[in-house]
């Protein structure tokens, strides 16, 4: 098994720039979670989707970011305009079950907003 | 909130030197309590879930444990190669997405 599938691995971009993130799940995994990991937060739950609906976007920051999930094998992360303080790494993780189990991430996308 | 500490932020110890890393929690009731180990520059990696106080799992060199406030995590005679940050998250009644640690940044010198 290939395992979570993130591109790019890294972007750097200019303040007020579009930027989509994407992620391919371990194939059969029916939830998919999107994180996102700073030295001064730690690792925070942007979104979970189970079955491509989403069920918690609590941790989705503002309405510059949104989250889709087209079918089960993509889905997207998209920050627009982008701002310096969303500079972070992403990572995409799947599993069965939602949070109830093991989650596998992938290797995460580093993000630069200059 | 739920809220999960972990301590120390670092520990630095030679091989063979056995040690152990605490996460302390505060959730309004446990579903499952995760470890996760995650090497630089990569995502964090499944090691164990504990569902409840008493319980106990180990792989290799590492044993996690758990008590209705906290949870280690013993190394016991540790290797290089165990060299990680190490992740402790919490997944109770009140919240569908898991709480993370800040994690302890774990260096063993050969």
């Known amino acids: 098994d290939a395992g979570v599938i993130q591109s790019p691995r890294h972007e750097v971009t200019e303040m007020g720039q579009e930027v989509t993130l994407r992620c391919k799940p371990i194939s059969g995994h029916n939830s998919l979670f999107w994180y996102r990991q700073t030295m001064m937060r730690g690792l925070e739950l942007l979104i979970y989707?189970?079955?491509?609906?989403?069920?918690?976007d609590s941790g989705m920051p503002e309405d510059r970011f949104s989250a889709k999930m087209p079918n089960a094998s993509f889905s997207t992360l998209k920050i627009q305009p982008s701002e310096p303080r969303d500079s972070a790494v992403y990572f995409c993780?799947?599993?069965?079950?939602?949070?109830?189990?093991?989650?596998?991430f992938g290797p995460g996308t580093r993000l630069t907003v200059l | 909130e739920d809220q999960v500490t972990q301590s120390p932020e670092a520990l630095r110890l030679q091989e063979g030197e056995s040690s152990s890393l605490n996460c302390s929690y505060t959730v309004s009731g446990l579903r499952g309590l995760f470890w996760y180990r995650q090497d630089p520059g990569k995502g964090p990696e499944f090691l164990f879930t504990l569902y409840s106080a008493g319980e106990e799992k180990e792989k290799e060199r590492l044993k996690a444990t758990l008590t209705k406030k906290e949870s280690f995590l013993h190394i016991t005679a540790p290797k290089p190669e165990d060299s990680a940050t190490y992740l402790c998250a919490v997944h109770s009644e009140g919240r569908r997405a898991l709480t993370f640690g800040s994690g302890t940044r774990l260096q063993v010198q050969p």
């Open positions: 993780a799947s599993n069965h079950r939602g949070t109830y189990n093991e989650q596998f």
């Open positions: 989707f189970n079955n491509n609906v989403p069920i918690d």
